[in-house]
Every structure is written in structure tokens, then in C-alpha cells.
């Protein structure tokens, strides 16, 4: 849990606007970002060209999105009374007698932009709650241009008596989690910086109304949240680290944690992902030895009387969905995915042994749901030490076929963080297109539990290096795709693994697209007074107070060891004012590379390429490290979630490996 809430962690995006919006800032290979020194701009005249394949590929995903607009929303909130959703103007609501929702918060009466009306920038809602007898509603709103959010309280309304649906009690700022213990009263943490460590208590009830403090951690490595149980008979506070954490729930009605047992104990070969309390049974998500997920079921009143039930072969993601009204009592309802496959809703009934896929509604077409002609295989490479490291691959085109098609390699690799296996219409696409895509689940990420995670941190990080190069290789090797035609997508700290690669294997692929990321290992361990750079020393190591951990920091660390070569083309997407990943490290990265790809070329006239690697820096307007709101700037630029955002190439990162791999571009449909 407490990697969720680190320097690279991710936020659930609810919703994604689908209009126009004017770019303070056009991509080019250097821009200048305002508050930081001018970034020198470079020529470059196949800028022109990612233009006009832009224009195609934002076609063909507008058709994507489209064709699979009427999936399943995860924003929706079904309630007693009404069902909730996030639409482009805010929240709506409509209760379960009507067809058309009416708009019950907008937020451009939260959130009034300009001079005026407070904070610049775009605004998304981020997280709805509502409490238990929809008297009161609280959300989040976020702007593009701070990572803090504003939690408004709303009072709801009944329709038919009142015109106003909604009035605005409270809004809270600096607000990250939240949650309603009843009616009258929510809990929420407040974010100061990038850390969390208070939570406060709104009391509705009270004639001040004032927010008084409950609790308070002071350790500066920690974060703290709140959080509900499924049942919504438990409000928990979570307060959590990198290598420990503690629960302390409310209300308790007497057991002591001495009189806790042991429930269930996985085998070694089997990773837990997830838990539900459904009825008298106990359902955990594992995933198995073969890297495919399952439901082991144990019951609570006689734990060894347990099975399990594995989940269809091409699932990559499990989610548990807040059951409706309509739902049945008993039953875990689930939303399971993959890269290729659309989100598909199960129910699972444990007392039964069932699983049901269940329809989204009537007339769905035969086609979705199926993941189409795409083919899922799960490998296993072996590493430099032996190790043997899960791939997942999703390919279209016959076997036979597989070298010559172009492979695009997704990997993170950090803070004990699964890589993400959601469904994406960008990851969709490409396979129509023929291409091959690879998730590479390299040490130090979740997959196989916590020993896979501690086998690449502080002074094992190198360990996912291999990895990633033992991928590549064995890729390669087994006739899948090519070095001229292969290349890397990654975000945040998943640039910490590719630009070790780049440094010490250029060779191995031609393009790197990398969104957000953080290239500057040592120099920011060095500095404390950084946002997190306390919390993180348990992932990276303290090079301040142990030379072994600054020796291997500085072994792998991308930023300092770029020497003269031939790198593979780059396209590095920043953001001006991200706070977790500084823009400076990158502009000095993007500086470095072209300096030594430079020197490599003029000291060897560029006898070892057929041309010289382009690197583009991309810097975007604002501080949102995990990417843009709005539809059109992810079509525009690289749409990606890392570590539990979506993964996505959009139209600019879909040019730019077009072009970089020497690919003819797809044919506009007739």
C-alpha cells in the first residue's frame, strides 16, 4: 500500500473531457517552461513530420475511444437512492426510476477559473463519496496546475421540491482522502507538500463545525489516509511506510489483536493481490505461479475447507466493483481486464462456486468482451543470475509473422508496484496495427510478491536492469520482433531501469518513449530538503550516510552515466511544474544525451548508424505528474498512467515511433 503514495505513485483519473483546449505550450524538441531557466530550442524539421502522422493517429483514436465509449464507468457510484456519475460538467445524479441525469454539482461553480475565481487551469473531478443515506455528498477537484485538491461538502436536495440540488456547506482544501462515518461526520487527510500526515474530523452536527485533529503521525517517512471497508461498518486509518505499516480502526467493539488468528497462509510460488469479506467467506485475488490470476476462497468458520477458482486466461487485471442495489447480497462483483481485452463484469458467487460473466446491457455487440483475434501468452525469461523473470505479450499477427512486426515493451519495476495491465483503446489500436506488445515484470516491482520487490531495491536496483535486458535478448531470440524494430515505453521511475539500458545497451532497441521520468537518482537522494526524497531513500538507498548505497546508485544512475554513443531515438515528456520529478534533472538528461550522441557521431562521421538518434523533449504546462485531464492533450501527447494509471501511447508517441522505427504509415481507412 505504501508505494501507492510515493514520489511515483498513481491516482484513480475518473474521467476524461472530451473537447478542445488552447496549448499554452506546442511540443517542440526544446521549449522554453517559464519559471525555469530558457531550455535553448533545436532544430529539427521531423517535428513537421510527427505533425502530420499526429493528424492520422488522433483519427484513429478518436475512433478507439469511440467504439469503446459505452464500457463499463468506474466513476459510477450506485446509492440508495440515486446512481452518481462524472460527466464533463461535474457530478450528475438520477435515481433509478429515471433515464436522463441531472447535473447535481458544477464544477464550474466549485471551481471558477481566472483572476477572479482563484487558481488557474483546468479542473477534473477526482473522487466522489457519498454518505450513507445520500444526505450530504464531499468530492475532490483538482486543477492541472497543483497536485493538491479541494474537497467540497455539499448538502443534497430532493429534485421534486427544491430547485437547487445541491448547496456547497464546506470546501477543504489541501484535501487527499476522505470518507463519511456517517451522515454527519467525515474524516479526510490533508496533504502538506507531497506527504500526508494528518486527519481531521468534520463534524456537521456541531454548531462550529469546525474540522478538529484526530490523528497525527510525525515520522517524515510515513503517510497516512483513511479509508472504508467494503461494508461500510469500518472506517481504517492507514498509516504507512516503505517497509512497515499500521491499521487503527474505528469503531472497535472489543476483539484485541491478541485474539487474532491466521486465516490463510499462500504457498510460496503464490503472490496475494487483493481481499473481500463476502458473506461468511473470505475471497483473495491471488496470482499464481504461471503469472495468471485466481479467486481462493476460504470460509471464515472453517478456514481448511478452502478452493480456488482461476480466472480467465486472458484477465491481467482483477478489480472488485461496489455492488448496486441490484447486485445480488452474496456475490463479489468484478471488473476484469487486460491490455487487449475490454473491461468485462463477473460476478462471483462463493457459496455456489459460480462465476458469471454478466452483460453490460442488452444489444453489446458479439465482439467485445473477447479481446477480438488478439493472443495472449505468458513467458518466462531467464536473467543474468538465473532468475526467472514473468513477460506478458499480446500480439494479432501469426507466429510466423512475429520477427518482422514492430514490438513495443512496457516496464516499471519500482516500490513493490505491479506494472499496469489495464485495458487502453491505445494498447488496442496498436495490436490492430500489428504491433507486438510486451510487459516485462521485472524485480522490484509486485508481481511476485514482497521478495521481488526487496530483490531490487537500494543496492539491488541493478537487478531490474538485467531483467529488462534478459527480456530484450530473449525476445529477440525466440523470433519475436527485431532490435531496428523494438522499443520501450515507460514512466516515472520506470525510466530508471531504460536509461540504465540505454547506457549500457543502446544496441538493443531503436526508440524510447518515456513520460514523466526520473533520470536523476543520485542528485536527488543527495537532497533532502526535495519533496520525498526522506520517504524514498527506503526504495533508493541514503547515499548521504552509506557510500555502498551512493556506489550503486551511481552505477545505474541514467543521468550520470551517458558517454558518447549511438543511444536509441528519445522522446521525453515532461511537465513544467511537477513537483515529483524536477524538470531541470530532465532538461539536463535530454542535454546529455543529444551532447553525447553529438560527440559519438562527430568523432565516428556516423559510420555505425545509418543516422543519428533524435531526442525530443516535450514539456507540457503544469503540475499533474501523472498526465493531462483532457482527451484531446492525451490524443496530443503521451496519454500514459504508470505503476496504477493506465499505460497508453497516444498520437504524438505513435508518430514519433512510426517515424523513429522506419515504419510506413497506416493507411487512411476508405
Known amino acids: 500500500m505504501s508505494a501507492l503514495f510515493s514520489r511515483f505513485g498513481s491516482f484513480a483519473r475518473l474521467r476524461l ?18 519559471p525555469s531557466k530558457p531550455i535553448p530550442r ?3 524539421p521531423d517535428l513537421k513530420k510527427y505533425k502530420n502522422l499526429q493528424k492520422n493517429f488522433k483519427r484513429r483514436l478518436r475512433a478507439s475511444y469511440s467504439k469503446f465509449a459505452d464500457l463499463q464507468d468506474e466513476s459510477l457510484i450506485c446509492g440508495r437512492d440515486y ?28 471551481c471558477p477559473g481566472g483572476e477572479d475565481g482563484g487558481e488557474r487551469g483546468e479542473w477534473a473531478v477526482q473522487r466522489v ?76 452536527n456541531s454548531p462550529a463545525a469546525i474540522p478538529r485533529p484526530v490523528f497525527e503521525d510525525t515520522q517524515p517517512d510515513v503517510f497516512v489516509e483513511v479509508a ?20 487503527l480502526k474505528a469503531p472497535l467493539s472489543g476483539p484485541s489483536l491478541g485474539s487474532w488468528v491466521p486465516v490463510y497462509t499462500p504457498c510460496p510460488e503464490v503472490t496475494l493481490k487483493d481481499m473481500e469479506v463476502v458473506g461468511e467467506h473470505c475471497v483473495l485475488t491471488t496470482r499464481e505461479a504461471s503469472g495468471g490470476l485466481a479467486l481462493t476462497v476460504v470460509p471464515l468458520a472453517s478456514p481448511l475447507g478452502g478452493f480456488s477458482l482461476p480466472l480467465p486466461l ?11 442495489p441490484a447486485d445480488p447480497r452474496h456475490a463479489l462483483q468484478l471488473l476484469l481486464s487486460s491490455p487487449a481485452h475490454p473491461q468485462e463484469h463477473f460476478s462471483f458467487q462463493p457459496m455456489d462456486r459460480l462465476l458469471l460473466s454478466r452483460p453490460e446491457r442488452e444489444g453489446t455487440p458479439p465482439e467485445r468482451g473477447r479481446g477480438g483475434e488478439h493472443v495472449t501468452k505468458r513467458l518466462e525469461v531467464q536473467s543474468q543470475d538465473g532468475t526467472r523473470v514473468p513477460v506478458t505479450l499480446f500480439h494479432s499477427v501469426a507466429a510466423g509473422c512475429l520477427q518482422r512486426a514492430p514490438l513495443l515493451l512496457h516496464v516499471y519495476g519500482a516500490y513493490g508496484r505491479d506494472l499496469n495491465m489495464h485495458f487502453s483503446p491505445e494498447s488496442r489500436l496498436l ?3 500489428g504491433w507486438v506488445l510486451a510487459y516485462c515484470h521485472i524485480r522490484g516491482g509486485g508481481e511476485l510478491g514482497l521478495s521481488w520487490h526487496r530483490q531490487a531495491r537500494m543496492k539491488g536496483k541493478r537487478a531490474g536492469v538485467e531483467d529488462l535486458r534478459a527480456c530484450l535478448l530473449q525476445l529477440h531470440a525466440r523470433g519475436i520482433s527485431s532490435p531496428s524494430r523494438s522499443a520501450i515505453n515507460a514512466s516515472s521511475a520506470g525510466a530508471v531501469p531504460v536509461g540504465a539500458l540505454c547506457n549500457t545497451d543502446p544496441h538493443l532497441v531503436r526508440a524510447v518513449t518515456l513520460q514523466a521520468p526520473f533520470v536523476d537518482v543520485l542528485g536527488t537522494m543527495m537532497d533532502g530538503s526535495r519533496p520525498l526524497t526522506v520517504e524514498e531513500r527506503e526504495e533508493w538507498g541514503d547515499p548521504t550516510a552509506d557510500p555502498q548505497h551512493r556506489l550503486a546508485i551511481a552505477s545505474y544512475c541514467p543521468l550520470h552515466n551517458i558517454t558518447p554513443q549511438c543511444y536509441p531515438s528519445m522522446l521525453l515528456t515532461a511537465y513544467s511544474e511537477d513537483g515529483r520529478v524536477s524538470l531541470d534533472g530532465v532538461v539536463q538528461y535530454a542535454e546529455r544525451v543529444q551532447q553525447a550522441v553529438h560527440t559519438h557521431f562527430t568523432a565516428l562521421h556516423g559510420a555505425e548508424c545509418e543516422r543519428a538518434p533524435r531526442v525530443v523533449l516535450n514539456v507540457q504546462p503544469g503540475a499533474d505528474h501523472f498526465g493531462p485531464n483532457h482527451f484531446d492533450l492525451v490524443l496530443e501527447e503521451t496519454g500514459r498512467r504508470s505503476g496504477g494509471a493506465r499505460t497508453g501511447e497516444s498520437a504524438l508517441q505513435m508518430a514519433f515511433l512510426y517515424t523513429e522505427l522506419g515504419l510506413d504509415s497506416p493507411r487512411r481507412r476508405s
Not at 452518481?84 to 435515481?95: K, L
Open 17 to 34: 473531457r472530451p473537447f478542445g483546449l488552447c496549448r499554452t505550450t506546442p511540443p517542440a524538441a526544446y521549449l522554453y517552461t517559464g
Open 42 to 44: 533545436c532544430s529539427n
Open 83 to 110: 446512481v452518481y456519475s462524472v460527466g464533463c460538467e461535474g457530478i450528475y445524479r438520477r435515481d433509478w426510476r429515471q433515464k436522463e441525469a441531472e447535473l447535481l454539482l458544477d464544477l464550474e461553480q466549485c
Open 129 to 204: 463519496r457519498v454518505s450513507p443515506s445520500e444526505r450530504h455528498l464531499a468530492a475532490t477537484m483538482k486543477s492541472s496546475h497543483r497536485e493538491q485538491a479541494r474537497c467540497v461538502v455539499v448538502k443534497q436536495a430532493d429534485a421534486a421540491t427544491q430547485k437547487d440540488l445541491s448547496k456547497i456547506l464546506f470546501t477543504l482544501h489541501n484535501v487527499f482522502s476522505f470518507e463519511w462515518a456517517n451522515d454527519e461526520v467525515l474524516f479526510y487527510t490533508t496533504q502538506e507538500g507531497l506527504r500526508c500526515s494528518r486527519v481531521f474530523r468534520l463534524d456537521l
Open 228 to 247: 472504508l471497508s467494503r461494508d461500510g461498518r469500518i472506517l481504517t486509518i492507514n498509516s504507512s511506510s516503505k517497509t512497515d505499516s499500521e491499521v
Open 314 to 324: 486472458w484477465a491481467c487485471s482483477c478489480e472488485s466493483r461496489i455492488p448496486g
Open 431 to 433: 495490436l490492430d496495427l
